[in-house]
C-alpha cells in the first residue's frame, strides 16, 4: 500500500502569521480536550457499570485498561498517517469513527460488548495526537514548549473535568448517560473542527509498511526519545494507579460517597493543569532534564502525601494538585524535547512516546486495581511511590547526549 501525499500550500496566512498561529493553538486546545475526555469517563462510572452487569471491582476494572490499551494500538496504527496524510481529514474521519463507538459502549447489553466498545473508542480518540504535532510544526522554534503548553493544558483539563461531568451526570442519570452525550459531542465537533483547520505541508512519501517501520527507526536513532519513553510511561502508570481507584477510595470509610464526589477531584486536579502554558515557556528556556527531574520529584511527594493523608479530604486535594501539576509539567517538557528531534517526523516521534505512554497508563491502571483488591488504599499509595521512585532513578542515572541550548538544531540533542 503506497499514500500518496501531495504537498499543500503554507499552513498559516502570511498577513497575520501570530495571531492565526494564536487561534490555531487555541482551537487544538479545545478539540483535544473534547475528545480525549473519551478514555476518562468510564473511571468515575466503573461501580455503577459492575453493578450494571453484576460483576465484582476487579471485573469491571478492566474496563479503562481496554480505553487506554486501544488508544495505544491507535497511537501505533493511525497517528503515524499524519506525517504523510492532510491532518484535516484524517482528524474529521477520526471524530465520525469514536462517535461511532461511544454510542456503541451506551448500548451495550453484555460485559463483553462494553468491552470491544471500550477498545474501539481508545482506539480512535486518538485527535489529540494528531493535533499535538500539528502545533508543534506550525510553531518557530523558540515557541514550540509554549505551543505544547497551550494545547496540553486542554488536553489535560479534558482528562481531568470528564471525570466530573462523568460522575455529575452518571449519578443522575446513569452510565449509559454519559456515553450518549458523548457521542453526540463528537459528531458536533466533527462537523464543525474540518473547516477551523488548516492545511499543512506533507513532506513525506512513504508506503504504510515504511511508514510503521520507520516509527521504530527513529526509537533507534534518538537516545532523547527512548529516555522520554521510558520517563512518560512510568509518570503516566503512576497517575493512572491513583485515578482508576479514586472511586473506590471515596466510596470506603472513612468517606462514603459516590461517583460524583470522585469526579469532584477533577476539578482540583484541573488546578494543575493551568501550569502548562508556563511548563512550556520554561522548556524553551531551561534544560529539559532539570524540569523533569523536578516534576518526577514531585510525583513522588503526592504519593506520600496520599499515603499519610489520604483519610481526609484535605490530604487528597493537597495530593491531586501535586499529582497532577508533576505530570503535566514532565509531560509538556519531554513532548518539547522530542519535538525539536526532526522538522518531518513530528508524528511519528509522538507515535513512538505517546505509544508507550499510554501503555504505561494502562499498566497503572491494572496495577491499581489489584493493588486496591489486595491491600486497598495502601496498596494503591505504594505502587505510586514504587513507579515514582523508579522513574527518579532511571531518569537520574540516563546520560544526557549533549548539552541543552535553546538554538541548537540536529538529531538527538538535548534542547
Known amino acids: 500500500m503506497r499514500i500518496d501525499a501531495p504537498v499543500q500550500p503554507q499552513i498559516l ?23 480525549v475526555a473519551n478514555l476518562y469517563y468510564n473511571q468515575p462510572l466503573l461501580a455503577d457499570m459492575g453493578r450494571t452487569f453484576g460483576v465484582s471491582v476487579r471485573g469491571v476494572g478492566f474496563v479503562p485498561t481496554l480505553s487506554q490499551l486501544g488508544y495505544a494500538l491507535g497511537l501505533l496504527t493511525l497517528v503515524p498517517l499524519g506525517d504523510v496524510l492532510q491532518r484535516r481529514r484524517l482528524v474529521v474521519t477520526l471524530l465520525a469513527a469514536v462517535a461511532v463507538a461511544l454510542a456503541a459502549a451506551a448500548s451495550a447489553q453484555s460485559l463483553p460488548w462494553l468491552a470491544v466498545a471500550s477498545l474501539a473508542v481508545g482506539t480512535a480518540t486518538v485527535v489529540p495526537q494528531v493535533l499535538l504535532p500539528l502545533a508543534a510544526q506550525l510553531a518557530p522554534p523558540e515557541r514550540k514548549g509554549k505551543a505544547v503548553g497551550v494545547v496540553m493544558m486542554g ?90 481507584t479514586l ?60 499515603w499519610v493523608r489520604g483519610s481526609t479530604l484535605l490530604g487528597l486535594a493537597a495530593g491531586v494538585f501535586l499529582l497532577d501539576v508533576a505530570v503535566q509539567a514532565a509531560q509538556v517538557t519531554n513532548l518539547t524535547r522530542i519535538y525539536r528531534l526532526s522538522d518531518n517526523a513530528h508524528s511519528r516521534i509522538n507515535s513512538a512516546f505517546m505509544v508507550t505512554y499510554f ?57
Request: glycine fraction near 12%; charged fraction near 10%; include cysteine.
Open 155 to 244: 488536553l489535560l483539563l479534558g482528562i481531568l473535568l470528564s471525570r466530573t461531568a462523568s460522575g455529575f451526570v452518571g449519578e443522575r442519570f446513569g452510565w449509559r448517560a454519559v456515553y450518549w452525550a458523548a457521542s453526540g459531542a463528537m459528531a458536533l465537533l466533527a462537523v464543525a473542527l474540518g473547516p477551523l483547520l488548516p492545511a499543512h505541508e506533507v513532506h513525506e512519501d512513504l508506503g504504510y509498511g515504511q511508514l510503521l517501520w520507520s516509527v521504530l527507526q527513529q526509537v533507534r536513532r534518538q537516545p532523547v526519545l527512548r529516555q522520554a519513553m521510558v520517563n512518560g510511561a512510568l509518570l503516566f502508570a503512576g497517575f493512572s494507579a491513583f485515578w482508576a
Open 247 to 306: 472511586v473506590f477510595r471515596m466510596e470506603a470509610a472513612p468517606f462514603h460517597y459516590g461517583a460524583r464526589a470522585a469526579g469532584m477531584f477533577g476539578l482540583v486536579g484541573a488546578a494543575g493543569a493551568l501550569v502548562a502554558p508556563a511548563a512550556g515557556r520554561v522548556a524553551d528556556r531551561v534544560p529539559p532534564r532539570s524540569v523533569i527531574t523536578g516534576a518526577t520529584a514531585l510525583l513522588l511527594v503526592s504519593f506520600v502525601i496520599f
Open 13 to 35: 496566512p502570511t498577513d497575520d502569521t501570530a495571531a492565526s498561529f494564536k487561534r490555531f493553538t487555541y482551537v487544538a486546545a479545545v478539540a483535544c480536550g473534547l475528545s
Open 359 to 415: 501503555l504505561g497508563g494502562a499498566a497503572g491502571s491494572i496495577l491499581g486495581a489489584y493493588a486496591w483488591s489486595a491491600a486497598q488504599w495502601t496498596g494503591v499509595c505504594v505502587v505510586g511511590i514504587s513507579l515514582s521512585a523508579l522513574a527518579l532513578v532511571l531518569h537520574l542515572l540516563a546520560r544526557t547526549p549533549r548539552p541543552f541550548s535553546p538554538v541548537l538544531r540536529g538529531e538527538g540533542t538535548e534542547r
